[in-house]
């Protein structure tokens, strides 16, 4: 499957209202995830993983905050397959044969683990879950070490302390090493919160140009962002409804765009910029990935897709499913995680951050 998004123009050239921005242009890659049926050798977000048999699976090791949802992953998707379905088809059955034999495959493993007790989650290791795969052919953005050419990210869909997320690993890989590849990975007995079981998406990678939310310019910066007289000068069109709070509109539809990416600049908004530096060597690390809980919402959808725009200004779901969240990922309070990277060394431990 191939398709394309295509971010729509901008309402203005900030930089032709604000050359002063011009310097702090950053590329971004949107990843634009969409439902699909990826391959391993495809770059996915929730989708299979290139994965040697001969590698261990990842299994979180840390402590776990267990809110006794039990339901696994696959009950989760099964879930999400039956609303899509019964809101196509409102007078289908309850339960098709293949899902009442999924649905009692799941419960049959819930009752075996329960009849075993201990150890709970809290105690266990969990095998970590898929979230994204990204080959450097698909996203030349990454600046992978050595030979690699493939990043992998998984997470362990359980909250941990002391943020209440879920911890994170990263691989770096040459896929051309990966020779038999590991067919069924293990999976979690149970997922914490559905939002953290990624339905399987295929992506659509744009380059885009970012410029830093208003938080990250200089107080200089932001008191000329916030001048409404700059605005006018420049004669651009901008809404006189952004009077009052021109910084807004900058915001919400200059600056940095939502959704999935890769580079780019920070989100900010549940906090301020909150630097990160690298545990190695001091370094103040770089976004690598931006991991959404949607690709847009109500202050957002002019950066919708040109190929989504009626789906983003409609009021019904497609299929029984927010075309604003193919991923079925959320995280924090529809937040996003942003990974980031050493610049030095990629190899060096990553950090996370919601916000």
Not at 78 to 89: G, I, K, N, V
Not at 244 to 253: G, H, L, N, T, V
């Amino acid at each position: 499957m191939v398709f394309v998004r295509t971010t729509t123009p901008r309402p203005v050239d900030v930089t032709a209202v604000f050359p002063e921005l011009a310097s702090l242009g950053r590329p971004a890659i949107r990843l634009h995830p969409r439902a699909g049926s990826p391959s391993v050798r495809e770059s996915s977000v929730g989708g299979p993983l290139l994965w040697s048999v001969t590698e261990p699976w990842p299994h979180c090791e840390g402590s776990h905050l267990d809110s006794g949802c039990r339901r696994s992953p696959a009950e989760v998707r099964l879930e999400r397959s039956m609303r899509a379905r019964l809101h196509r088809d409102p007078r289908g059955p309850a339960f098709t044969p293949e899902e009442e034999a999924i649905k009692d495959r799941n419960a049959a493993m819930l009752r075996e683990r329960l009849d075993a007790g201990p150890p709970w989650p809290a105690e266990c290791r969990v095998p970590m879950l898929p979230v994204a795969q990204l080959y450097l052919r698909d996203i030349p953005l990454l600046r992978p070490p050595g030979q690699a050419d493939l990043l992998q990210i998984l997470w362990c869909p359980y909250d941990h302390d002391p943020d209440y997320k879920p911890s994170t690993a990263l691989f770096w890989r040459s896929a051309a090493t990966v020779v038999d590849i590991l067919a069924t990975p293990p999976e979690p007995y149970e997922a914490d919160y559905p939002g953290y079981v990624p339905e399987p998406c295929l992506l659509a990678p744009e380059a885009i140009t970012e410029y830093p939310n208003s938080l990250d310019l200089s107080p200089e910066m932001r008191q000329v962002l916030g001048d409404w007289n700059r605005w006018q000068a420049a004669d651009v069109g901008v809404d006189s409804s952004y009077a009052d709070y021109p910084a807004e509109f900058y915001d919400s539809e200059l600056a940095d765009a939502p959704g999935w990416k890769v580079g780019g600049w920070p989100p900010w908004g549940r906090t301020d910029p909150y630097p990160r530096f690298c545990a190695v060597c001091d370094v103040q690390m770089v976004p690598l990935l931006t991991i959404a809980s949607f690709e847009w919402d109500g202050g957002t959808r002019g950066w919708a897709p040109y190929e989504d725009q009626a789906a983003a200004f409609a009021d019904s779901h497609v299929a029984g499913q927010d075309p604003a969240q193919p991923t079925a990922v959320e995280v924090g309070s529809t937040d996003n995680m942003q990974l980031y990277v050493c610049p030095a060394s990629p190899e060096h431990p990553h950090t996370d951050l919601i916000q």
